[in-house]
């Protein structure tokens, strides 16, 4: 199994920036596609950004695309989601993902979780 544990993150104001950080451990980190997801109070979860495992594709959803940056650290087993410009609808737990497959936008397609981490971002 992979081990997925996210950080980072924290209350903040809106246009301030948070950097999130996915720590993998169990299972080699490598060739795994790795997504991040969040979850708002009373809404389903949704897709926010995914990396293939050599960086060499990043996809991302449009309500984050030019503000928010996926990216990963092979050598540290770790994937990170800097987030730039928040607005206080970017407020949810944020989900790291990990799967073989492809990136995709579907949860179905990630084999391993993490617990999540909330980000609020006030007005």
């Known amino acids: 199994q992979l081990q997925l544990v996210e950080s980072g993150g924290e209350l903040v104001q809106a246009g301030d920036s948070l950097r999130l950080s996915c720590v993998a451990s169990?299972?080699?980190?490598?060739?795994?596609?790795m997504a991040w997801f969040r979850q708002a109070p009373g809404k389903e979860r949704e897709f926010v950004a995914a990396?293939?495992?050599?960086?060499?594709?990043?996809y991302y959803a449009d309500s984050v695309k030019g503000r928010f940056t996926i990216s990963r650290d092979n050598a540290k087993n770790t994937a990170y989601l800097q987030m730039n410009s928040l607005k206080p609808e970017d407020t949810a737990v944020y989900y790291c993902?990990?799967?073989?497959?492809?990136?995709?936008?579907?949860?179905?397609?990630?084999?391993?979780w993490g617990q999540g981490t909330q980000v609020t971002v006030s007005s």
């Open positions: 993902a990990a799967g073989v497959r492809p990136i995709s936008v579907q949860e179905s397609q990630y084999d391993y």
């Open positions: 990396i293939s495992w050599s960086s060499g594709y990043r």
């Open positions: 169990g299972r080699t980190f490598s060739r795994q596609s």
